[in-house]
């Protein structure tokens, strides 16, 4: 069920299109592109949604399924290379390719709602999920 969420997590944030900017459709106000992982304070913490809970931690980045695996690894560990973009003050993109399946990315784009709320962006800049600050 981990493989499954995390493959899921990974096609969903993997299909975003993008408009003849590379942009997304969102103009990129602050973009970054860097193999160190380094997550804006605001979205630091574990985020529990209905079926997976997300942890920004200053040193990892992890998705813990509801159900199965609840343990993360750290970046460094888990990671080939992090891909990350702030759009802006209140969005963050991540996106993370796991070692031992290079084929498998998650992330996805997250929206401050709250400090003690966050959402989960589709591919139109909506948010579909959201996640409660633990």
């Known amino acids: ?64 399924p509801k159900i199965g695996l609840r343990n993360c690894s750290t970046t460094k560990g888990y990671a080939k290379g992090v891909v990350q973009k702030r759009i802006d003050a209140n969005n963050y993109f991540i996106k993370m390719q796991l070692v031992e399946n290079t084929t498998t990315v998650i992330g996805g784009t997250f929206r401050k709602i709250s400090d003690t709320q966050i959402g989960w962006l589709n591919p139109n800049g909506e948010v579909e999920e959201t996640y409660t600050k633990e």
């Not at 997550?39 to 813990?64: A, H, L, M, Q």
């Open 1 to 64: 069920i981990f493989l499954f969420v995390v493959a899921l997590v990974g096609i969903i944030s993997c299909s975003k299109s993008s408009d003849d900017k590379g942009n997304n459709g969102t103009e990129n106000i602050d973009t970054q592109e860097t193999t160190t992982y380094s997550p804006p304070d605001w979205i630091i913490g574990t985020w529990k949604g209905e079926y997976v809970s997300y942890v920004f931690e200053k040193n990892r980045f992890c998705v813990k």
